[in-house]
């Protein structure tokens, strides 16, 4: 059922306010600043005993990985990195005991994040979901985890889920945090933005029409760039995945950091740039990188955040609101989802089925 929307995309990426208050409803505790996620099976000891995480996905589901490996290295400070399931379960991986693995899917039934799932167990490693399908062949062969409550989700861009499934790595990251060296008090600074995510994300779509002029104009290039940095890169790499997916117009995400060792040679007025540019502590080389690329010729469209000052550079900008540097790639990436919408909106294609996908690719 559509409910009013032209697509299932569209209502899914409306829903996300409600889908990220079923997220965390009954999952905060403000009294001790911490996460209360039973699912998990694991008690304050074993969260204690593990020394690095690896996240397994794949597509989007691997970006959002990588914006929580980068969430919980810096709320927990434990090694953590993601990696593609599909890559993963073909090279014979060193499965240790003090890792904790966390496989991420919205449909569960991914045959590659299955079979990575499956190799981790039968190395007797400890795995744990971020999944949405309950029951799915992924809930039921992990160890414990957490589930999205996203709700069906059927456009095959993933939206919705994939929001839940940053939140859910936010509240992973709390309870190793916590049971480490992350204080109370810090603990309830991102218990308190957590709670602030769906009024945000509601104002980020509030700016619809103004994203879906931005579109338009992406959606004459050929080719963009989307480049970002430390947290913004996961953001850059999902938004580029989101733009090539349904508006089949080449999309490549680069780390700012190393445009100048390559990719800037492929700069000029026919090669426009989506920069993220939070206001963190990375927002003056993100200014300078947005301003080699403009005095080449490329146009760029920035998704920052209100007190970033631009100076003389003169960009067209997305404004999200700001939460805790930490959670940043949270509401960044929405703008990119409206942006990819509004490309192959313009475009006139088949937004909820684009050609050669499948929403869960379940076969070898
Ligand atoms: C891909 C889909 O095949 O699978 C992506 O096209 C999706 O949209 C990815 O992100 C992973 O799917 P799932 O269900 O495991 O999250």
């Given at each position: 059922d559509l409910g009013g929307f032209p697509h299932y995309m569209a209502k899914e990426i409306q829903e996300q306010p409600e889908s990220v208050e079923r997220m965390i409803r009954g999952r905060l505790d403000d009294r001790f600043g911490v996460a209360r996620l039973d699912g998990l099976n694991l008690t304050p000891r074993e969260l204690r005993g593990f020394s690095r995480v690896k996240i397994l996905g794949c597509g989007s589901?691997?970006?959002?990985?990588?914006?929580?490996?980068?969430?919980?290295?810096?709320?927990?400070?434990?090694?953590?990195?993601?990696e593609a399931a599909s890559e993963f379960r073909y090279r014979n991986p060193i499965i240790e005991a003090d890792t904790l693995y966390i496989a991420v899917s919205q449909s569960g039934e991914t045959i590659d994040t299955a079979f990575a799932v499956e190799e981790i167990k039968r190395k007797g490693g400890r795995v744990v979901g971020l999944v949405?399908?309950?029951?799915?062949?992924?809930?039921?062969?992990?160890?414990?985890?957490?589930?999205?409550?996203?709700?069906p989700e059927i456009a095959v861009a993933s939206t919705k889920a994939l929001t839940n499934m940053a939140?859910?790595?936010?509240?992973?990251?709390?309870?190793?945090?916590?049971?480490?060296?992350?204080?109370?008090?810090?603990?309830?600074?991102?218990?308190?933005?957590?709670?602030?995510?769906?009024?945000?994300?509601?104002?980020?779509?509030d700016d619809e029409p103004a994203i879906a002029e931005h579109a338009k104009a992406a959606a004459t290039a050929k080719s963009l760039f989307f480049i970002g940095r430390v947290r913004g890169f996961p953001v850059a790499r999902e938004g580029a995945q989101k733009f090539k997916e349904i508006s089949y117009r080449h999309a490549e995400a680069y780390q700012t950091s190393e445009l100048k060792h390559g990719p800037l040679a492929l700069i000029d007025d026919s090669l426009p740039t989506v920069a993220i540019v939070p206001a963190d502590e990375l927002a003056d080389r993100n200014l300078a990188a947005m301003q080699q690329i403009r005095a080449r010729g490329g146009a760029?469209?920035?998704?920052?955040?209100?007190?970033?000052?631009?100076?003389?550079?003169?960009?067209?900008?997305?404004?999200?609101?700001?939460?805790?540097?930490?959670?940043?790639?949270?509401?960044?990436?929405i703008p990119l989802q409206l942006l990819a919408y509004h490309a192959a909106l313009t475009l006139g294609y088949d937004i909820d089925k684009p050609r050669n996908l499948a929403k869960s690719v379940t076969v070898e």
């Open positions: 589901a691997y970006y959002v990985g990588q914006i929580g490996a980068t969430m919980i290295e810096e709320l927990a400070r434990i090694p953590a990195d993601a949405n399908v309950v029951g799915s062949t992924i809930a039921r062969a992990c160890d414990g985890g957490v589930y999205l409550h996203a709700g939140v859910g790595f936010a509240l992973i990251a709390l309870s190793l945090g916590r049971v480490r060296d992350l204080s109370n008090a810090d603990g309830q600074r991102i218990i308190d933005a957590i709670r602030a995510l769906p009024g945000q994300i509601k104002a980020v779509l760029v469209l920035a998704v920052t955040h209100e007190n970033v000052d631009f100076g003389e550079l003169d960009v067209p900008r997305i404004v999200v609101p700001r939460t805790e540097p930490e959670l940043d790639p949270i509401l960044l990436t």
